[in-house]
Nanobody
C-alpha cells in the first residue's frame, strides 16, 4: 500500500524558511518524478515544484528562486526547501507525482502558515 507522509510545516514569519519532507512507503521513489503541490483556502491545488528521476527540476513562477526541490533516494524522501517565505505561500503542502495520470494516494499534507 502506497503512502506519502508530508512533514516539516509550521508557523513562520515573512522572510523565514522551512524545509518540508515527503517520506514514501510502498513505492520506491528512485527514478519516479515527484512534485510538491499546495492548496490555499478557497483555491485549487497547484503544482509548485517538480523533480525528475534524473534530478532535473522545474518551478512555478510564484516560487522560482525561493524554493528548491530535492530528493534522497537512499531515504526514499523528497524535500522542499522554502526560503524568503511570503504570506501568499500559506497553504497545505502535499507531495505526489507531477502527472495527473500517475497520481498516488494523497497524504494528509503539512500546513505552512506565513504570518507575523
Amino acid at each position: 500500500q502506497v503512502q506519502l507522509v508530508e512533514s516539516g510545516g509550521g508557523l513562520v514569519q515573512p522572510g523565514g524558511s522551512l524545509r518540508l519532507s515527503c517520506a514514501a512507503s510502498g513505492i520506491i521513489l528512485a527514478n519516479v518524478a515527484m512534485g510538491w503541490y499546495r492548496q490555499a483556502p478557497a483555491k485549487q491545488r497547484e503544482l509548485v515544484a517538480r523533480i525528475t528521476g534524473g534530478r532535473n527540476t522545474n518551478y512555478a513562477d510564484s516560487v522560482k528562486g525561493r524554493f528548491t526541490i530535492s530528493r534522497d533516494n537512499a531515504k526514499n524522501t523528497v524535500y522542499l526547501q522554502m526560503n524568503s517565505l511570503k504570506a501568499g505561500d500559506t497553504a497545505i503542502y502535499y507531495c505526489n507525482t507531477p502527472f495527473p495520470t500517475t497520481l498516488l494516494p494523497w497524504g494528509l499534507g503539512t500546513q505552512v502558515t506565513v504570518s507575523s
